[in-house]
């Protein structure tokens, strides 16, 4: 279960029309702004039109920031509460799964932990594990499933997790006393992805 989050301050405001149903001044922003320990003012934004319900999510850290690499080793349960703060410029490796969730048109930004994290990468597993099976794709079912153990396993503690974050515009973070962090090159931050939101599935099982 995602962390509760209380946020300090909350405003709401109109922005003008909506990009999807083109709904005349349906479209407003929600800001929530939170103060998390040991770390600084977050800003957490979510546009949502009234008339069909669009919505996008973003975060900005409210001070200046480098580029930046996190990383964490989940080895036991309590590091599932580490800290995850996502923009939607920042790009999400779980290591030993071999999924990378990769900004886009259609990321989000939020502030969670990696169990909520852990419960995203699960969700779009389960859809494209009914996709395969409507195919009749037993090996990418298997495979599927192989994740989807995993994760289980990981939130029990019994498998350990190397969890990244890395975002060209300081944005995002890991949050934990486990966390190691350092400054992105310039080769890194060239090779961050761009395109649209997906998850990679490996093509062999998940590492022991």
């Known amino acids: 279960m995602e962390e509760e989050l209380k946020p300090e301050r909350i405003q709401e405001f109109k922005v003008g029309d909506c990009p999807i149903c083109g709904g005349k001044g349906t479209l407003k922003v929600i800001q929530f702004i939170h103060k998390i320990p040991y770390f600084g ?3 957490e934004s979510t546009l949502i039109c009234e008339r069909c319900g669009y919505k996008s999510a973003d975060i900005m850290i409210l001070e200046e920031r480098e580029p930046r690499l996190y990383e964490v080793k989940v080895e036991e349960e309590k590091d599932l509460f580490t800290r ?3 923009s939607k410029s920042g790009t ?3 290591e030993e799964l071999g999924i990378k969730i990769e900004p886009g048109p259609a990321a989000e930004g939020f ?3 990696i169990e909520g994290v852990l419960e995203r990468a699960k969700d779009v597993l389960l859809m494209a594990r009914d996709f395969k099976e409507q195919e ?5 079912v298997k495979r599927i499933d192989e994740l989807l153990n995993y994760i289980e396993e990981v939130k029990e503690g019994k498998k350990p997790l190397t969890v990244r974050i890395m975002d060209p515009f ?8 486990k966390v190691k962090s350092r400054r992105l090159t310039k080769e890194e931050i060239k090779k961050l992805s761009t395109g649209p939101y997906i998850i990679i599935e490996p093509e062999e099982s998940p590492q022991q």
């Open 84 to 86: 995850v703060v996502r």
């Open 111 to 113: 502030v969670s932990n």
């Open 136 to 140: 009749n794709d037993e090996e990418a």
């Open 41 to 43: 003012e977050v800003m």
């Open 92 to 94: 999400i490796e779980l």
């Open 170 to 177: 300081g944005n995002s973070a890991l949050i934990g006393d």
